[in-house]
Protein backbone atom coordinates (compact mmCIF):
# COMPACT_ATOMS: atom_id res chain seq x y z
CA UNK A 1 0.00 0.00 0.00
CA UNK A 2 1.72 3.55 -0.94
CA UNK A 3 2.75 5.70 1.89
CA UNK A 4 0.75 8.57 1.08
CA UNK A 5 0.28 10.13 4.66
CA UNK A 6 3.48 10.80 5.38
CA UNK A 7 2.48 14.39 3.35
CA UNK A 8 -0.09 15.27 6.28
CA UNK A 9 2.91 14.45 8.50
CA UNK A 10 5.37 16.59 6.41
CA UNK A 11 3.03 19.70 6.70
CA UNK A 12 2.60 19.36 10.86
CA UNK A 13 6.31 19.54 11.01
CA UNK A 14 6.54 22.52 8.80
CA UNK A 15 3.92 24.23 11.48
CA UNK A 16 5.84 23.11 14.01
CA UNK A 17 9.14 24.30 13.39
CA UNK A 18 7.79 27.44 11.91
CA UNK A 19 5.66 28.30 15.45
CA UNK A 20 2.39 29.06 13.76
CA UNK A 21 -1.01 27.11 13.51
CA UNK A 22 -2.94 27.00 10.75
CA UNK A 23 -5.41 24.43 11.96
CA UNK A 24 -8.46 27.15 11.52
CA UNK A 25 -7.61 27.75 8.05
CA UNK A 26 -7.82 24.26 6.95
CA UNK A 27 -10.41 23.53 4.73
CA UNK A 28 -13.50 21.22 5.80
CA UNK A 29 -11.53 17.99 5.40
CA UNK A 30 -8.51 16.30 6.27
CA UNK A 31 -5.00 17.82 4.31
CA UNK A 32 -5.00 14.83 2.72
CA UNK A 33 -8.09 13.65 0.74
CA UNK A 34 -9.48 10.13 1.50
CA UNK A 35 -8.55 8.87 -2.36
CA UNK A 36 -4.67 10.12 -1.87
CA UNK A 37 -3.99 8.01 0.74
CA UNK A 38 -4.63 4.11 -0.30
CA UNK A 39 -4.32 2.07 -3.72
CA UNK A 40 -7.51 1.04 -3.42
CA UNK A 41 -10.24 2.74 -5.54
CA UNK A 42 -12.04 4.83 -3.09
CA UNK A 43 -15.46 5.97 -4.32
CA UNK A 44 -19.33 7.40 -3.24
CA UNK A 45 -23.00 6.83 -5.05
CA UNK A 46 -23.76 9.88 -6.50
CA UNK A 47 -26.96 11.58 -7.72
CA UNK A 48 -26.70 13.43 -10.70
CA UNK A 49 -29.30 16.07 -9.62
CA UNK A 50 -26.71 17.11 -6.68
CA UNK A 51 -23.31 17.11 -8.81
CA UNK A 52 -25.00 19.32 -11.36
CA UNK A 53 -26.62 21.47 -8.72
CA UNK A 54 -24.86 21.92 -5.24
CA UNK A 55 -21.40 23.11 -5.60
CA UNK A 56 -20.28 22.18 -2.52
CA UNK A 57 -21.09 18.43 -2.68
CA UNK A 58 -19.47 18.58 -6.40
CA UNK A 59 -16.31 20.00 -4.94
CA UNK A 60 -16.04 17.75 -1.70
CA UNK A 61 -16.88 14.66 -4.03
CA UNK A 62 -14.24 15.73 -6.34
CA UNK A 63 -11.47 16.24 -3.81
CA UNK A 64 -12.35 13.06 -1.92
CA UNK A 65 -13.27 10.26 -4.03
CA UNK A 66 -11.18 8.87 -7.55
CA UNK A 67 -14.45 6.29 -8.00
CA UNK A 68 -18.64 7.61 -8.41
CA UNK A 69 -21.30 4.71 -8.53
CA UNK A 70 -24.51 6.09 -9.52
CA UNK A 71 -27.18 5.90 -6.85
CA UNK A 72 -30.28 4.96 -9.21
CA UNK A 73 -29.69 6.72 -12.48
CA UNK A 74 -28.99 3.14 -14.18
CA UNK A 75 -31.25 1.08 -12.77
CA UNK A 76 -33.31 -0.57 -15.62
CA UNK A 77 -36.46 1.48 -13.31
CA UNK A 78 -34.86 4.54 -14.41
CA UNK A 79 -33.24 3.95 -17.75
CA UNK A 80 -36.20 1.98 -19.52
CA UNK A 81 -39.23 2.90 -17.20
CA UNK A 82 -41.47 2.63 -20.32
CA UNK A 83 -40.41 -0.71 -22.84
CA UNK A 84 -38.25 0.72 -25.48
CA UNK A 85 -38.32 4.55 -24.39
CA UNK A 86 -35.11 5.06 -22.44
CA UNK A 87 -33.37 7.77 -20.24
CA UNK A 88 -29.57 8.00 -20.02
CA UNK A 89 -29.30 11.99 -18.87
CA UNK A 90 -28.75 11.35 -15.52
CA UNK A 91 -25.79 8.08 -16.29
CA UNK A 92 -25.21 10.23 -18.94
CA UNK A 93 -24.09 13.34 -16.31
CA UNK A 94 -21.86 11.01 -14.00
CA UNK A 95 -20.67 9.30 -16.28
CA UNK A 96 -19.24 12.47 -18.12
CA UNK A 97 -18.27 13.96 -15.07
CA UNK A 98 -16.15 10.95 -14.19
CA UNK A 99 -14.64 11.26 -17.33
CA UNK A 100 -13.43 14.76 -16.81
CA UNK A 101 -12.32 14.77 -13.57
CA UNK A 102 -10.34 11.53 -14.10
CA UNK A 103 -12.67 9.24 -11.97
CA UNK A 104 -13.79 5.62 -12.94
CA UNK A 105 -17.09 4.47 -12.19
CA UNK A 106 -18.71 1.26 -11.02
CA UNK A 107 -22.16 0.54 -12.82
CA UNK A 108 -24.89 -0.39 -11.00
CA UNK A 109 -26.83 -2.68 -11.43
CA UNK A 110 -28.09 -4.54 -14.58
CA UNK A 111 -30.51 -7.87 -12.89
CA UNK A 112 -31.64 -6.30 -9.92
CA UNK A 113 -35.25 -7.64 -8.60
CA UNK A 114 -36.24 -4.13 -7.02
CA UNK A 115 -36.85 -0.88 -9.09
CA UNK A 116 -37.48 -2.96 -12.00
CA UNK A 117 -40.33 -2.05 -14.59
CA UNK A 118 -43.95 -3.22 -13.97
CA UNK A 119 -43.59 -4.20 -17.67
CA UNK A 120 -40.89 -6.55 -17.12
CA UNK A 121 -42.81 -8.31 -14.22
CA UNK A 122 -45.25 -9.54 -16.62
CA UNK A 123 -42.99 -10.77 -19.49
CA UNK A 124 -43.07 -14.89 -19.95
CA UNK A 125 -40.34 -16.43 -19.62
CA UNK A 126 -38.88 -16.89 -23.14
CA UNK A 127 -39.41 -13.13 -23.47
CA UNK A 128 -38.08 -12.21 -19.92
CA UNK A 129 -34.74 -14.02 -21.03
CA UNK A 130 -34.19 -12.02 -24.63
CA UNK A 131 -35.10 -8.80 -23.08
CA UNK A 132 -32.50 -8.82 -20.18
CA UNK A 133 -30.12 -10.22 -22.12
CA UNK A 134 -30.92 -7.25 -24.84
CA UNK A 135 -30.73 -4.95 -21.82
CA UNK A 136 -27.76 -6.14 -20.42
CA UNK A 137 -26.15 -6.24 -24.26
CA UNK A 138 -27.75 -2.13 -24.45
CA UNK A 139 -26.39 -0.10 -21.28
CA UNK A 140 -23.20 -2.03 -21.48
CA UNK A 141 -23.03 -1.18 -24.85
CA UNK A 142 -23.50 2.53 -24.34
CA UNK A 143 -20.63 2.96 -21.86
CA UNK A 144 -18.49 0.13 -23.35
CA UNK A 145 -14.92 0.71 -22.27
CA UNK A 146 -16.27 3.61 -19.64
CA UNK A 147 -16.99 1.50 -16.68
CA UNK A 148 -14.84 -0.20 -14.49
CA UNK A 149 -16.73 -2.21 -12.76
CA UNK A 150 -20.60 -3.17 -13.47
CA UNK A 151 -22.95 -4.84 -10.75
CA UNK A 152 -24.15 -7.85 -13.02
CA UNK A 153 -26.34 -9.53 -10.31
CA UNK A 154 -27.32 -7.73 -6.81
CA UNK A 155 -29.27 -9.16 -4.21
CA UNK A 156 -30.01 -12.74 -4.71
CA UNK A 157 -30.20 -14.43 -1.79
CA UNK A 158 -32.50 -14.27 1.07
CA UNK A 159 -30.78 -13.77 4.77
CA UNK A 160 -31.19 -17.44 5.55
CA UNK A 161 -28.83 -18.41 2.28
CA UNK A 162 -32.29 -19.37 0.07
CA UNK A 163 -32.48 -17.68 -3.51
CA UNK A 164 -34.59 -14.66 -3.51
CA UNK A 165 -38.29 -15.20 -5.47
CA UNK A 166 -37.45 -12.79 -7.71
CA UNK A 167 -39.18 -12.55 -11.61
CA UNK A 168 -35.53 -14.08 -12.07
CA UNK A 169 -35.61 -16.84 -10.44
CA UNK A 170 -38.82 -17.70 -10.77
CA UNK A 171 -39.14 -17.91 -14.49
CA UNK A 172 -35.22 -17.89 -15.66
CA UNK A 173 -34.26 -20.59 -13.14
CA UNK A 174 -30.86 -21.01 -11.27
CA UNK A 175 -29.09 -20.45 -14.65
CA UNK A 176 -30.06 -17.07 -14.98
CA UNK A 177 -27.27 -15.94 -13.07
CA UNK A 178 -23.99 -17.47 -15.12
CA UNK A 179 -26.28 -16.22 -18.15
CA UNK A 180 -26.18 -12.74 -17.08
CA UNK A 181 -22.34 -12.78 -16.67
CA UNK A 182 -21.65 -14.66 -19.90
CA UNK A 183 -24.10 -11.94 -21.48
CA UNK A 184 -22.34 -8.74 -19.68
CA UNK A 185 -18.66 -10.57 -20.77
CA UNK A 186 -19.88 -9.92 -24.39
CA UNK A 187 -21.37 -6.88 -23.92
CA UNK A 188 -18.13 -5.09 -22.46
CA UNK A 189 -15.28 -7.78 -22.34
CA UNK A 190 -12.91 -5.15 -20.97
CA UNK A 191 -15.19 -4.45 -17.55
CA UNK A 192 -14.85 -6.05 -14.37
CA UNK A 193 -18.04 -8.34 -13.80
CA UNK A 194 -19.47 -8.49 -10.23
CA UNK A 195 -21.71 -10.45 -8.19
CA UNK A 196 -22.95 -8.09 -5.13
CA UNK A 197 -24.90 -8.01 -1.98
CA UNK A 198 -25.65 -7.05 1.46
CA UNK A 199 -25.78 -8.67 5.07
CA UNK A 200 -22.74 -10.86 3.58
CA UNK A 201 -20.02 -8.65 5.02
CA UNK A 202 -19.32 -11.20 8.31
CA UNK A 203 -19.39 -15.04 8.42
CA UNK A 204 -23.16 -16.58 7.78
CA UNK A 205 -25.75 -18.48 5.96
CA UNK A 206 -26.42 -15.68 3.50
CA UNK A 207 -22.46 -15.34 3.14
CA UNK A 208 -22.01 -19.45 3.19
CA UNK A 209 -24.36 -19.60 -0.03
CA UNK A 210 -22.86 -16.35 -1.87
CA UNK A 211 -19.43 -18.09 -1.40
CA UNK A 212 -20.13 -21.55 -2.81
CA UNK A 213 -22.27 -19.77 -5.65
CA UNK A 214 -19.01 -17.70 -6.49
CA UNK A 215 -17.07 -21.47 -6.48
CA UNK A 216 -19.29 -23.10 -8.72
CA UNK A 217 -19.47 -20.28 -11.27
CA UNK A 218 -15.67 -20.17 -11.17
CA UNK A 219 -15.27 -23.89 -11.44
CA UNK A 220 -18.02 -23.71 -14.27
CA UNK A 221 -15.70 -21.36 -16.06
CA UNK A 222 -18.90 -18.51 -15.75
CA UNK A 223 -16.80 -14.93 -16.00
CA UNK A 224 -17.38 -13.46 -12.93
CA UNK A 225 -14.08 -11.72 -11.31
CA UNK A 226 -15.25 -10.18 -8.17
CA UNK A 227 -17.87 -10.10 -5.06
CA UNK A 228 -19.36 -6.81 -3.87
CA UNK A 229 -19.99 -6.82 -0.06
CA UNK A 230 -22.53 -3.68 0.48
CA UNK A 231 -21.23 -2.51 4.25
CA UNK A 232 -24.81 -1.29 5.47
CA UNK A 233 -24.36 -1.16 9.03
CA UNK A 234 -26.03 -0.01 11.97
CA UNK A 235 -23.78 0.42 15.41
CA UNK A 236 -27.45 -1.25 17.25
CA UNK A 237 -26.27 -4.28 16.20
CA UNK A 238 -22.71 -6.20 15.60
CA UNK A 239 -19.71 -5.61 13.68
CA UNK A 240 -20.37 -8.69 11.40
CA UNK A 241 -18.46 -11.57 13.10
CA UNK A 242 -15.69 -12.87 10.59
CA UNK A 243 -15.44 -9.64 8.27
CA UNK A 244 -12.00 -9.78 7.43
CA UNK A 245 -11.73 -13.43 6.92
CA UNK A 246 -14.59 -13.56 5.35
CA UNK A 247 -12.83 -11.20 2.73
CA UNK A 248 -9.95 -13.50 2.43
CA UNK A 249 -11.92 -16.67 2.00
CA UNK A 250 -13.84 -14.75 -1.26
CA UNK A 251 -10.76 -13.58 -2.48
CA UNK A 252 -8.97 -17.32 -2.15
CA UNK A 253 -11.77 -18.12 -4.35
CA UNK A 254 -9.59 -15.70 -7.24
CA UNK A 255 -11.98 -13.25 -7.41
CA UNK A 256 -11.52 -9.25 -6.88
CA UNK A 257 -13.41 -8.29 -3.62
CA UNK A 258 -15.32 -4.96 -2.97
CA UNK A 259 -16.85 -2.88 -0.40
CA UNK A 260 -19.38 -1.33 -2.53
CA UNK A 261 -22.18 0.51 -0.60
CA UNK A 262 -20.67 1.30 2.96
CA UNK A 263 -22.58 3.44 5.79
CA UNK A 264 -23.20 2.72 9.31
CA UNK A 265 -26.61 4.43 10.41
CA UNK A 266 -27.00 5.45 14.24
CA UNK A 267 -30.09 5.31 15.91
CA UNK A 268 -31.10 9.19 16.41
CA UNK A 269 -30.24 11.70 17.57
CA UNK A 270 -26.57 11.32 16.84
CA UNK A 271 -24.34 12.00 20.40
CA UNK A 272 -20.67 11.58 20.90
CA UNK A 273 -20.64 8.33 21.90
CA UNK A 274 -22.60 6.92 18.99
CA UNK A 275 -20.63 9.21 16.34
CA UNK A 276 -18.12 7.40 18.08
CA UNK A 277 -18.81 3.79 18.11
CA UNK A 278 -19.82 4.46 14.06
CA UNK A 279 -16.44 5.29 13.13
CA UNK A 280 -15.21 2.37 15.08
CA UNK A 281 -17.47 0.36 12.53
CA UNK A 282 -16.11 2.75 9.20
CA UNK A 283 -12.42 2.21 10.41
CA UNK A 284 -13.04 -2.03 10.99
CA UNK A 285 -14.59 -1.87 7.14
CA UNK A 286 -11.38 0.07 5.93
CA UNK A 287 -8.81 -1.87 7.55
CA UNK A 288 -10.35 -4.83 6.86
CA UNK A 289 -10.20 -4.09 3.29
CA UNK A 290 -6.56 -3.41 3.32
CA UNK A 291 -5.51 -6.08 5.28
CA UNK A 292 -7.12 -8.14 1.69
CA UNK A 293 -4.38 -8.17 -0.95
CA UNK A 294 -7.56 -8.62 -3.35
CA UNK A 295 -9.79 -5.83 -1.72
CA UNK A 296 -9.42 -3.17 -4.39
CA UNK A 297 -12.32 -0.56 -3.75
CA UNK A 298 -13.89 0.73 -0.81
CA UNK A 299 -17.05 2.69 -2.07
CA UNK A 300 -19.51 4.51 0.44
CA UNK A 301 -23.54 4.88 -0.73
CA UNK A 302 -23.38 8.87 -0.60
CA UNK A 303 -20.70 10.76 1.19
CA UNK A 304 -22.71 13.50 2.77
CA UNK A 305 -26.02 13.14 5.61
CA UNK A 306 -27.60 15.99 3.85
CA UNK A 307 -28.58 13.25 1.23
CA UNK A 308 -29.06 9.58 2.77
CA UNK A 309 -31.11 6.88 1.81
CA UNK A 310 -31.25 5.89 5.37
CA UNK A 311 -33.75 8.32 7.36
CA UNK A 312 -36.63 7.18 4.45
CA UNK A 313 -35.95 3.77 4.67
CA UNK A 314 -34.89 2.99 8.57
CA UNK A 315 -37.73 5.80 10.28
CA UNK A 316 -35.42 7.43 13.13
CA UNK A 317 -31.96 6.33 11.69
CA UNK A 318 -29.33 8.53 9.95
CA UNK A 319 -26.47 10.61 10.21
CA UNK A 320 -24.75 7.72 8.54
CA UNK A 321 -22.01 9.31 6.22
CA UNK A 322 -18.65 10.55 6.44
CA UNK A 323 -19.30 14.18 6.34
CA UNK A 324 -22.13 15.84 8.02
CA UNK A 325 -24.96 17.93 6.26
CA UNK A 326 -22.92 21.02 6.06
CA UNK A 327 -19.69 18.66 4.38
CA UNK A 328 -17.77 19.01 7.64
CA UNK A 329 -15.95 15.47 7.78
CA UNK A 330 -17.26 13.59 10.76
CA UNK A 331 -15.13 11.22 13.62
CA UNK A 332 -16.03 8.67 11.21
CA UNK A 333 -13.49 10.10 8.24
CA UNK A 334 -11.18 11.37 10.38
CA UNK A 335 -10.54 7.90 12.31
CA UNK A 336 -10.21 6.40 8.40
CA UNK A 337 -7.85 9.25 7.67
CA UNK A 338 -6.19 10.26 11.21
Known sequence: MKNKISARRAVALLVAVAGISVVNS???????????????????????????????????LTREFDNVTPEN???????????????W?????????AQRTGKTVRGHTLVWHSQLPDWVDD????ELRSVTRRHIATEMGRYKGKIRAWDVVNEM????????????????????????????????????????????EGLN????????????????GVPIDGVGFQGHLAIQ????????????????LGVEVAITEADVRIPLPADPAKLDTQANYFKQLW????????????????????????????????????????????????????
Request: net charge positive; with cysteine; hydrophobic share 40%.
Open 26 to 60: LPASAAVPLKSITNRHVGSAVAANHLANEADYRSV
Open 73 to 87: EMKWGVIEAERGRYD
Open 89 to 97: SGADAIVGY
Open 123 to 126: LPAG
Open 157 to 200: FNDDGTRRASVFQQKLGDGYVADAFRWARAADPSAKLYINDYNT
Open 205 to 220: AKSDALYNLVRTLKRQ
Open 237 to 252: YGFPAGYQANLARFAA
Open 287 to 338: DGCHAVRRCVEFTTWGFTDRHSWVPDTFPGEGAACLFDPNLRPKPAYTRINP
